[in-house]
C-alpha cells in the first residue's frame, strides 16, 4: 500500500475567488496547495477589461500570506459588447490568460454574459489568431429546457459551432458534469480539453435531495444521475491529457447558502487535493493523479510545469463540520468527514 505521494506542485485551473473580505479569507486555502489558479471573472460588477483585471489581481496577491508563492491568472468575463482590441492587449500583457464565456443568467453574477454565442464571434475570431484560450460555461438558460439536460443542450447547440468555426481556437470546457461532454471533448482534437471538479466526482443528485434539501451540495452546473458520475471518474483518472484539475470553489456563507436562495456554489479550497486524492485511490489510479492535478493544465494552457512538488500522506483529516470566514460560519466541502490524505508538512 502506498503511504505517500510526491507530486508536482498542482494548480487549480478553474476557481472562485469573489472579492473584498471573503477573497481575502479565501486566497490562503488555494495557496497553500496551488502555485496558480484561474480565476473566475464573475464579480459584481464583472471583470470586463484589462485595467479590471489588473486591479482585481494586485488584491488578490495582497491577499496571499506572507513568504507563500501564489500567481493567479486572470480572465475576462466576455460580454456582448467585448473590445477584442482590449482583451488582445490583455493577453499580450500577461494580464489575462484566458476569457470566461458565461450564457447570460447561467450561473452567480452571469447577468451581464452573452446573450446569443454569435455576437462574440468577432472576438473569439480574435482570440483564435491570438492564442487566447476560450473558456466555457456550457449550459443553455432557456426555461423550457430541464436543468440536467442543459450542459448535453449547449454542446449540440453551440459547442459544436464553436469548434466547427474557430477549429484553433483552445477551448476548455469548464466543470463538465455528463457523459455527453467527456464524449464531446475526445471527439475533438487536441485544442478542446475540460477541467472536472471534486464534487462532481463524488456525489451524483440524490445528494441534493435525499434527506431535504441539501444546499451545500448545490452548485451550477447541477451534479447529474451516477452514470454520469461514473463517467467522469473515468474521464479523469484515465491518463488522458484532455482532462485536468478545475476545483470551481465557490464561497458562499453559511447564512447565505441556508436561506431559500441557497446560492450555487461548494466550497471546496480548504481539502481539495485530500477530496480528488481520495477518488484516485479509489478507482486504483494513483499513478496518474499527478498528470491530472500537475502535467495536463500547463500542458493545455502552454505554461511550464511547477519547479516545486508537494508530498501527500495516508494520515486521517477530519473535515471540520464549519471554519470561520470574516467572522461568519463558512461550511466546507466534505464538511463533517474524514478524508484519508494529508499534505505534508
Known sequence: MTNTLTIRRPDDWHLHFRDGDIMRGVVPYTARQFGRAIVMPNLSPPVTTTALAREYRDRIIAAVPDGVEFTPLMTCYLTDTTDPD????????????AAKLYPANATTNSAHGVSDVEKIYPVLKRMEADGIVLCVHGEVTDNDIDVFDREAEFIDRHMRAIIANF???KVVFEHITTSDAVDFVNECGSNVAATITPQHLHINRNAMLVGGIQPHNYCLPVAKR????????????????KFFLG??????LRSVKETSCGCAGIFNAPFAIESYLAVFEEEGALDKFEAFASLNGPAFYGLAVSEESITLERVAVHVPDMLDLTGEDIVPWHAGQTLNWRIAG
Do not use: I, K, Y
Open 226 to 241: 451516477e452514470t454520469h458520475r461514473l463517467a467522469l471518474r473515468a474521464a479523469a483518472t484515465s491518463g488522458s491529457a
Open 86 to 97: 482590449d482583451l488582445a492587449m490583455g493577453a499580450s500583457d500577461g494580464v489575462f490568460t
Open 167 to 169: 477549429p484553433n481556437l
Open 247 to 252: 476545483t470551481d470553489s465557490a464561497p458562499h
